[in-house]
């Protein structure tokens, strides 16, 4: 009777909140409040309650909100709507969340459908920040296909490298001598990247990384610290793609939040100190970014960052800087690595003159007095 009354109560409540908003406004807070309050209630019990939710989700569409109602309400018929916030939520959370939405609901043909069109490049990206081993078999048509565009399969060798799995299918790709040619430099650097030493040794040796021109060993660092070097030259090459610093590193608003931010790197740390950080990431690592790898019952697994915790969820922050809140009842183990999440060896995706002008270029890097 109590929740009886309560529903009713609601129900007004969110017939106002609604009504005081059009679909096309922007979300209302206050609806949107309320309804966190009732979330699982079953709404096909009550039409009319299902009705007012509909009508604030219509307030949310593309949202993170959108997402997270669909979610709370276990609305089966919003495949479109979670499609919609998978294309404009590629850079947080919400994408992939809607991804395994989409997919939980058994709606993945919306999905591989959409693959086949124009919006296949946001969608190749969400895919990848999943993480999860169950999305490889859409991704992999891509490497295989020549007809598509190069930046597609480009976006879908990025993604496949991001699970044991489908990195473990490159390799093999690479070791049958597969893999087009026009993939080969990008299936390097990402397979040199990856965290699990196994494969990073066996892609090693399918595809090794090209000896810089210059292809001495690198000078020890007491006599690479007397060099100077070419500071402009330097933030390019913290810029390559193959290098990857920004893939991790912000300098000032520029690169991908996921490391410690670099923007006054030159005052922190001497060039000495930076030597080492590139040559021997795990030798000292930052306080705060100590890598965590987390084992989930579904089988997956991920690795990042620990950002907080509650006595419920994780939030784990991955190497595209995305935060994601796992649930401590689906996670089966956590780990704290002791190795750092920067990778080893990314001196070897540039020539010794490279690192000098690198270093130097983050010496410059200082606090604005
Ligand atoms: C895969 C992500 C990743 C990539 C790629 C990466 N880093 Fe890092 N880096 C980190 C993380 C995480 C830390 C903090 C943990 C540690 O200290 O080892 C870090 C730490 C550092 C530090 C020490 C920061 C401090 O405040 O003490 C420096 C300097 C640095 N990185 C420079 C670079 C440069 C230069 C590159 C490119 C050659 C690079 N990183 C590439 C993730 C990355």
Redesign the pocket.
Same mark, same amino acid.
């Given at each position: 009777m109590r929740i009886l009354f309560f529903q009713s109560f609601l129900l007004l409540f969110l017939g106002v909140a609604v009504h005081l908003t059009k679909a096309q406004d922007a979300p209302n807070n206050t609806a949107i409040e309320a309804l966190s309050r009732i979330k699982g209630l079953d709404l096909e019990a009550n039409p009319a309650l299902k009705g007012a939710v509909l009508k604030v989700l219509a307030t949310t569409r593309g949202t993170p909100q959108f997402v997270e109602i669909v979610r709370d309400f276990n609305l089966t018929d919003q495949g479109t709507g979670l499609l919609e916030c998978v294309l404009k939520n590629s850079t947080n959370s919400s994408g992939p969340d809607a991804m395994r939405l989409l997919a939980s609901q058994g709606q993945s043909n919306l999905i591989t459908t959409a693959l086949q069109g124009s919006n296949a490049a946001p969608i190749l990206t969400v895919l990848g920040n999943t993480g999860e081993k169950r999305f490889v078999p859409w991704l992999t048509p891509f490497i295989k296909n020549s007809n598509r565009d190069l930046a597609l399969r480009q976006a879908a060798l990025s993604a496949l490298a991001r699970t044991p799995e489908g990195a473990q299918f490159l390799i093999d790709l690479a070791r049958a001598d597969q893999l087009s040619a026009d993939l080969r430099f990008i299936a390097m650097t990402e397979l040199n990247?990856v965290?699990w030493p196994a494969l990073k040794a066996a892609a090693a040796q399918v595809l090794p990384l090209p000896q810089s021109q210059d292809s001495q060993p690198l000078p020890p660092i007491a006599e690479l610290i007397q060099q100077t070097g070419d500071s402009t030259r330097g933030s390019k090459?913290?810029r390559r793609p193959e290098? #990857?610093? +920004?893939?991790?590193?912000q300098i000032e608003s520029e690169g991908i939040d996921?490391?410690?931010?670099?923007s006054e !790197?030159g005052t922190?740390?001497g060039k000495d100190?930076?030597y080492q950080?590139?040559l021997d990431?795990?030798? #000292?690592? +930052?306080f705060g970014?100590?890598?965590w790898q987390i084992e989930l019952n579904s089988g997956d697994e991920a690795f990042g !960052?620990i950002v907080s915790e509650t006595a419920e969820v994780i939030a784990l922050k991955t190497?595209n800087g995305i935060v994601t809140q796992y649930k401590k009842t689906d996670i089966r183990t956590r780990q704290k690595m002791s190795a750092?999440?920067?990778?080893t060896g990314?001196?070897l995706?540039?020539s010794p003159k490279d690192l000098v002008d690198?270093?130097e270029y983050?010496t410059t890097l200082k606090k604005k007095s």
């Open positions: 990247n965290r090459i913290f290098v #990857g610093c +920004s893939n991790c590193h996921f490391g410690p931010r670099l !790197i922190k740390l100190a930076l950080s590139i990431p795990s030798a #000292g690592i +930052s970014y100590e890598a !960052i190497q750092s999440i920067m990778p990314l001196q995706t540039m690198l270093i983050l």
